[in-house]
T-cell receptor
């Protein structure tokens, strides 16, 4: 069955460039999460969307990071003026309704900022 | 601040042996706990969960134990197989929410299965 998909799978960019990362959640899932995982580290929460509610942006590390979710489905994470410390794996997850529902993760986008 | 952590960053076991991965948590308000498995190059995959009104839950070859008195969570994997090699994360959920819908992940333990 279709799981969470993310694109691109890998992204190499130069410092100062903007990047967009895409997440396609499982169809019908109302909750969508973005995480960042640095090498050998755990998951750092970035942003959480639930239905039509205002997103929880409390995890975004700076104003260079932003995310949108259009039509309650696809989400785009944008990083402006990328820095080398932004290099990480960006993971997206979705769940059917948030709360105690299981989060299903995509394969991630590996971002390398040179 | 409150956090979820693991005692050992790397655990090496012989194929066929049982393994135990430990996790300490400090948020006494957490009422739901999850173990995830992350294989190299993939996203985390749900393994098993447990609610705070339970102290043990079993799945297929996996058992999660919860000791709320000492705020300790463990994942037991029976008869380990090469495919069990991965990083295992524990996560706790605070019902008051915040952040990732209240979910906080630990840093992970790398389980290595030796032939």
């Amino acid at each position: 069955g279709a799981g969470v998909s993310q694109s691109p799978s890998n992204k190499v960019t130069e410092k100062g460039k903007d990047v967009e990362l895409r997440c396609d959640p499982i169809s019908g899932h109302t909750a969508l999460y973005w995480y960042r995982q640095s090498l050998g580290q755990g998951l750092e929460f970035l942003i959480y969307f639930q239905g039509n509610s205002a997103p929880d942006k409390s995890g975004l590390p700076s104003d260079r990071f932003s995310a949108e979710r259009t039509g309650g489905s696809v989400s785009t994470l944008t990083i402006q003026r990328t820095q080398q410390e932004d290099s990480a794996v960006y993971l997206c997850a979705s769940s059917s309704s948030g709360g105690l529902e299981t989060q299903y993760f995509g394969p991630g986008t590996r971002l390398l900022v040179l | 601040g409150e956090s979820v952590g693991l005692h050992l960053p790397t655990l090496s076991v012989q194929e066929g042996d049982n393994s135990i991965i430990n996790c300490a948590y400090s948020n006494s308000a957490s009422d739901y706990f999850i173990w995830y498995k992350q294989e190299s190059g993939k996203g985390p995959q749900f393994i098993i969960d447990i609610r705070s009104n339970m102290d043990k839950r079993q799945g297929q070859r996996v058992t999660v134990l919860l000791n709320k008195t000492v705020k300790h969570l463990s994942l037991q994997i029976a008869a380990t197989q090469p495919g069990d090699s991965a990083v295992y994360f524990c996560a706790e959920k605070d019902p008051s929410g915040g952040g990732a819908d209240g979910l906080t992940f630990g840093k992970g333990t790398h389980l290595i299965i030796q032939p």
